[in-house]
């Protein structure tokens, strides 16, 4: 199983970014997809997560503004990301854990290698 995360960037404060994650030899509609972040000095935190079923979760400091989804035909999951902090720069992780949504990282078993999302002030 391989994840492919992509779409980070430099973007100005209350900007917005959607970052993708595509997944081979995973189904995202099989298992479900998440996406974490880490910032320097910071322990990798729960981001967003979506189910086989397509329910969602979200972190509370990003709900009403990042939105998670899915492409089954693509294999990928997304997450968009409006109006953006310099509190959210961080390196976002995508992972595919267990069929059933989650915010443990423990539980997801593939990671992607990480895209740098930088927000300026």
């Known amino acids: 199983v391989q994840l492919q995360a992509s779409g980070g960037g430099l973007v100005q404060a209350e900007g917005s970014l959607r970052l993708s994650c595509t997944a081979s030899?995973?189904?995202?509609?099989?298992?479900?997809g998440g996406w974490f972040r880490q910032a320097p000095g910071k322990e990798r935190e729960f981001v967003a997560a979506i189910g086989w079923n397509g329910s969602t979760y979200y972190a509370d400091s990003v709900k009403g503004r990042f939105t998670i989804s899915r492409d089954n035909a693509k294999n990928r999951v997304y997450l968009l990301m409006n109006s953006l902090k310099p509190g959210d720069t961080a390196v976002y992780y995508c992972?595919?854990?267990?069929?059933?949504?989650?915010?443990?990282?423990?539980?997801?078993?593939?990671w992607g290698q990480g895209t740098q999302v930088t927000v300026s002030s």
């Open positions: 992972a595919s854990g267990p069929p059933r949504a989650t915010m443990y990282r423990q539980a997801y078993d593939y």
């Open positions: 030899g995973r189904a995202f509609s099989t298992y479900s």
